[in-house]
């Protein structure tokens, strides 16, 4: 899952949409300073990634990616995984997505100076761009795919990324098929999973 997608498997709290969020920001072992809930939802961020990568259906949809851009599937398919959730947002939770985005931009700003550096340069972007809702739009999917290849060192590799759009145009019904069956599941992982930060 990419940014929405674990935002809204997140437990709502304040604490617990800054943890999702810092999950991508945030190696090794969370620090104690960032609080017991905070560091319970960095945790539940990364065994929704590890079970993400083991369900079968994410082995399904890596399938379909092209060799020359298989290395790059899990990336591909988190942004794919939020394209496909803001399109169907209306099957996962009651609030329109305006309503969630608003909430959490609203959690986020209110703590930006606590984050680190990237995350703190990056927010305002996200928040005038409305990057979550925006992944509905295969525009804004096709734009962060090219974001994320200008940050590689090798411009071959860039490329392919950067061009990587084509492979949810060329799958997209199987893709999206795949996350139906996925969501369901994940959303009960998250739902069940504690959050300990022992583990």
Do not use: C
Request: overall charge neutral.
């Amino acid at each position: 899952m990419n940014y929405l997608g674990h935002l809204l498997l997140s437990h709502h709290t304040p604490d617990a949409v800054v943890g999702a969020m810092l999950g991508d920001f945030v190696k090794g072992k969370p620090a104690e300073h960032l609080g017991t809930d905070v560091r319970a939802a960095i945790v539940l961020h990364r065994a929704i990634d590890g079970y993400t990568d083991r369900h079968p259906a994410i082995a399904a949809s890596r399938a379909l990616i092209s060799p020359e851009r298989r290395r790059f599937a899990g990336v591909m398919l988190d942004i794919f995984h939020d394209h496909f959730l803001a399109r169907h947002w209306r099957r996962y939770d009651s609030r329109p997505l305006p309503e969630f985005t608003g909430m959490v931009y609203g959690v986020l700003l209110s703590r930006q100076a606590t984050f680190p550096d990237r995350l703190q340069r990056m927010l305002p972007r996200m928040v005038s761009d409305d990057w979550l809702a925006a992944y509905a739009d295969m525009e804004s999917v096709e734009l962060a795919l090219n974001g994320i290849s200008r940050r590689l060192r090798y411009p071959e590799r860039a490329t392919a990324l950067s061009t990587a759009i084509s492979e949810l145009e060329r799958n997209y019904a199987a893709l999206e098929n795949h996350f139906f069956d996925f969501f369901p599941d994940v959303r009960a992982f998250a739902a069940g999973h504690s959050g300990s930060t022992s583990k």
